[in-house]
C-alpha cells in the first residue's frame, strides 16, 4: 500500500506541475459531453500568477491560475447543443477540446456486473456492429486507489464517440442504458462514465465523511493505520484471531498459529490454485484452508528484519510468522508482501501459516513456487516455496474480517482514486450496480448505500441527484422450500434503503441472472430497466420504474399485499397463482410458501389457519418467480410486515 500511495502521490505531484502553456482538466478532452441546464465548472493548469480566459461557444469566464499552477472557473448553465470547441487562452499559448457536446451526464458504478463489458454481454457481435452515433460518448475510468481524495486521475482519460471499436470495452449495463436514454431524447447527447471495479465491497465506494458516519470503528481503524501503520497492523491482528477464536471455539494459544500440530496436514501437490491440483475433493472447492510451511535460519539470519513475498492468493489471506500476524488482503491479482520485523524470526525452525479464504472461482496460492521466498535485510533470498501442506477448515467459518485499509478494497480507497477526480462534474445521475461483495455481511448495508449516495451527493454539490439502484440479480441455489438467504437479505437492504431516499430508484434484476454463472449476460434488457427508472425519476416520465410492494394487510384471514407503480394490472405468468409467496410467523422454521393470487395492484395471500406477522416474496439466492406487470417489469423480493 505505501509503494502505491508513494506511486499515485508523485504521479499527482507531476500532473499539478504548472505547465508551459495552460492546459485544461483531464476530463475536459475532446467529445465530451457537459452536463446541460446547470452551470459548467471548469479547471486546468497555467502558469502561476497566469490569467485565462475561457470559451465555449457564446459562454465566456475568466480565472487566475493559484500559486500552484492550477485554476477554476464557472460557465453559466447552457441547454443541450453542439458541437463546441472549448478554449482557454493565456499569454502563455492555448489549449482546447474540440467536439464538445452540452447534455446530460450518467455515472455508472459498482462491481463486475456493471463493468462487464458489452463484448461479453448478450449478441454481442451484433450490438457492437451497429454502435454508431456520434451523440453518444463513452469514459473509462482506471482503476486506480488512492489514501487520500485525489484531485486527478493517475492514468489518462479519454472521451470516446461510440462507435464498434469503442463500445466493446465499455460497461455494457451503462451504454445500453445510455444508448435507451438517446432514443427517448435524441435531440440531447450522452456521456456515459464507467467507473467500476470488479469484486469491490461498498465501503471502497464512501468518502471520509460516509464512512465515519456508516462505519465508525473500521474509520478509526483506517486513522489509526494513516498515523501508525505497524500499531494498526497489530491492532487487526488481535481482532482477526477474536473472530477466529468466536467462530471455532478455540482457546486462547489454542488457535493454530499457536499450536498447528492440532490440525490434520497434507502435503500441496503443487504451489498452484487448490482447484489445479488434480484433487477432487478440490474441484470447485470454496472455503477456508490453513496453510504451512517451516524452515530454518542460522543465528545471523533470525536476527535481521525481512520481508515475506507469498505471490498472489485468492481471496482473502491472513498470514502468521511464528504466530505473530505479519499481514492480510483481499485481491485476487495483488501479490502478498509482508514485512517481518526484527525479532520475531528464530535461530532454527520458524513456521509461516497462511489462513485463505476463497468465496468464488479459483482460490489459494497462485504461485509459481519461484515466487514464494523471504528476503532478509542483509539482501539474502530464502526460497520457500516447496514443502508446504495444508488443512482444510472444516465447517466453513465464512469470510474473515478485513482491516480497514486493505488495498484494493479498504474502506474509501477506491472513491478517493475513482470518484474523487470527478469531483464537481456535473452530473443527471449515477447508475449504482454492486452488492455481490456485500452478501457475506448484508446488516446495514442500507446504511452504508445512504452513506455512499450522501457522499456523492456533498462531492457534487449534488443534494438531489438522482440514483438508480440495481437490485442484486438471481445467482446460486434455488429454493424447494423457504430458506435463509444471504442473496435476499441483501437486497431487502437495498429496498430499504431506496425507499428512504426520494431520490432513488431500484431497478429489478432477479430475473435476468443465471443461477451458475454470477455474471449475466443480459445486460441489454437491465439497460432498458436502468433506462425506464431513470426516466421517471430524473425526467419526469410518467410511466414507472416498476412495481413495488408498500405494505402488507389483513383482510379478514387473508393477507393482502399492496404495490404501487404497477403498469396496467399484476399478473402471474403461465400460472392463476403467483409464486415465491411466504407467510411467516416469528422464526425462520415458520415461513411456508402461500396461496397468492393477484388482483389489479394487489395480490392475496389466502389464510392458511397458522400465526403470521410478516410476508415475504422471492426469499432465495436465485428465486423463481412469475409475477409482472403489464410494462412487463416484476416487483423485486421483499419483507413486510403484517399491518
Not at 483531464?26 to 502558469?47: C, K, N, Y
Not at 482557454?88 to 463489458?117: F, H, K, Y
Not at 481482532?239 to 490434520?264: N, V, Y
Not at 416498476?546 to 387473508?558: M, Q, S, T, Y
Amino acid at each position: 500500500m505505501a509503494v502505491k500511495a508513494l506511486g499515485a502521490f508523485v504521479l499527482l505531484a507531476l500532473a499539478s506541475a504548472a505547465p508551459a502553456q495552460p492546459h485544461l482538466g483531464q476530463l475536459f478532452s475532446d467529445h465530451a459531453v457537459l452536463q446541460r441546464g446547470r452551470p459548467i465548472a471548469l479547471w486546468g493548469e497555467a502558469a502561476p500568477g497566469e490569467r485565462v480566459a475561457v470559451a465555449l461557444g457564446e459562454a465566456r469566464a475568466t480565472a487566475t491560475a493559484g500559486r500552484d499552477g492550477r485554476w477554476r472557473a464557472t460557465l453559466p448553465a447552457m441547454t443541450a447543443g453542439g458541437p463546441y470547441t472549448l478554449t482557454v487562452t493565456a499569454p502563455s499559448g492555448t489549449a482546447e477540446a474540440r467536439d464538445v457536446m452540452i447534455g446530460d451526464v450518467w455515472l455508472c458504478s459498482g462491481q463486475s456486473n456493471m463493468e462487464l463489458q458489452v463484448s461479453r454481454a448478450l449478441n454481442s457481435f451484433n450490438e457492437t456492429q451497429a454502435a454508431n452515433d456520434s451523440g453518444l460518448r463513452l469514459l473509462n475510468v482506471p482503476h486506480v486507489t488512492a489514501p487520500t481524495p485525489a484531485a486527478a486521475f493517475s492514468q489518462p482519460v479519454n472521451w470516446a464517440v461510440t462507435t464498434p471499436d469503442s463500445v466493446g470495452d465499455f460497461s455494457a449495463a451503462c451504454y445500453y442504458m445510455a444508448r435507451e436514454l438517446r432514443a427517448a431524447h435524441p435531440d440531447v447527447a450522452i456521456g456515459a462514465i464507467n467507473a467500476s471495479w470488479g469484486g469491490s465491497p461498498i465501503r471502497a465506494w464512501l468518502d471520509d465523511e460516509g464512512a465515519r458516519a456508516a462505519l465508525g470503528a473500521d474509520y478509526r481503524a483506517l486513522l489509526s493505520y494513516r498515523h501508525d501503520p505497524a500499531a494498526a497492523n497489530a491492532a487487526f491482528g488481535e481482532q482477526w484471531a477474536s473472530w477466529w477464536r468466536h467462530a471455532r471455539g478455540d482457546a486462547t494459544g489454542a488457535e493454530p498459529w499457536h499450536a498447528s500440530d492440532r490440525l490434520a496436514w497434507s502435503p500441496v501437490p503443487a504451489m498452484r490454485y487448490w482447484e489445479q491440483w488434480g484433487d477432487p475433493r478440490f474441484a470447485g472447492f470454496d472455503g477456508m484452508v490453513w496453510m504451512r510451511k517451516r524452515f530454518t535460519l542460522t543465528v545471523a539470519e533470525a536476527a535481521q528484519a525481512a520481508t515475506l513475498s507469498l505471490g498472489v492468493i485468492d481471496e482473502v489471506d491472513e498470514a502468521f510468522v511464528n504466530g505473530v500476524a505479519v499481514g492480510g488482503l483481499y485481491s485476487w491479482e495483488t501479490p502478498r508482501v509482508y514485512p517481518i520485523p526484527a525479532g520475531l524470526l528464530h535461530a532454527g525452525e520458524n513456521e509461516i501459516l497462511v489462513n485463505v479464504f476463497d468465496g468464488s472461482g479459483s482460490g489459494g496460492l497462485a504461485g509459481p513456487a519461484e515466487r514464494l521466498n523471504i528476503t532478509l535485510a542483509d539482501g539474502t533470498v530464502k526460497a520457500i516455496g516447496e514443502g508446504w501442506q495444508y488443512s482444510v477448515v472444516t465447517p466453513n467459518p465464512g469470510m474473515p474480517p478485513r482491516p480497514a485499509w486493505d488495498a484494493p478494497m479498504g474502506l474509501t480507497l477506491i472513491h478517493n482514486g475513482m470518484i474523487s477526480p470527478l469531483r464537481d462534474f456535473g452530473l443527471a445521475g449515477v447508475a449504482w450496480y454492486q452488492g455481490e461483495s456485500d452478501v457475506g455481511q448484508p446488516g446495514s448495508y442500507a446504511d452504508r448505500l445512504a452513506a455512499m449516495m450522501a457522499g456523492w451527493r456533498r462531492q457534487f454539490d449534488r443534494p438531489d441527484l438522482p440514483f438508480l439502484i440495481v437490485s442484486l440479480a438471481n445467482f446460486g441455489p434455488s429454493a424447494t422450500h423457504p430458506v435463509a438467504s444471504g442473496w435476499a437479505e441483501l437486497r431487502e437492504q437495498q429496498r430499504i434503503g431506496v425507499a428512504r431516499d426520494p431520490h432513488a430508484a431500484l431497478v429489478i434484476a432477479m430475473d435476468l441472472g443465471e443461477r451458475l454463472d454470477i455474471h449475466p449476460a443480459n445486460k441489454p434488457e437491465l439497460g432498458r430497466r436502468l433506462a425506464r427508472a431513470a426516466l421517471h425519476l430524473a425526467y419526469g416520465a410518467s410511466a414507472p420504474a416498476g412495481p413495488e410492494a408498500v405494505d402488507a394487510r389483513r383482510d379478514g384471514d387473508d393477507v393482502v399485499v399492496r404495490f404501487t407503480g404497477v403498469t396496467g394490472a399484476l399478473q402471474s405468468w403461465s400460472s392463476t397463482r403467483a409464486i415465491a409467496f411466504e407467510l411467516c410467523g416469528a422464526s425462520q422454521d415458520s415461513c411456508r410458501y402461500a396461496d397468492a393470487v393477484p388482483d389489479g395492484s394487489t395480490v392475496r395471500l389466502r389464510a392458511d389457519g397458522r400465526p403470521a406477522t410478516r410476508v415475504r416474496y422471492a426469499w432465495a439466492d436465485s428465486p423463481v418467480t412469475n409475477l409482472y406487470d403489464e410494462a412487463p417489469l416484476p416487483p423485486g423480493p421483499f419483507e413486510l410486515p403484517i399491518n
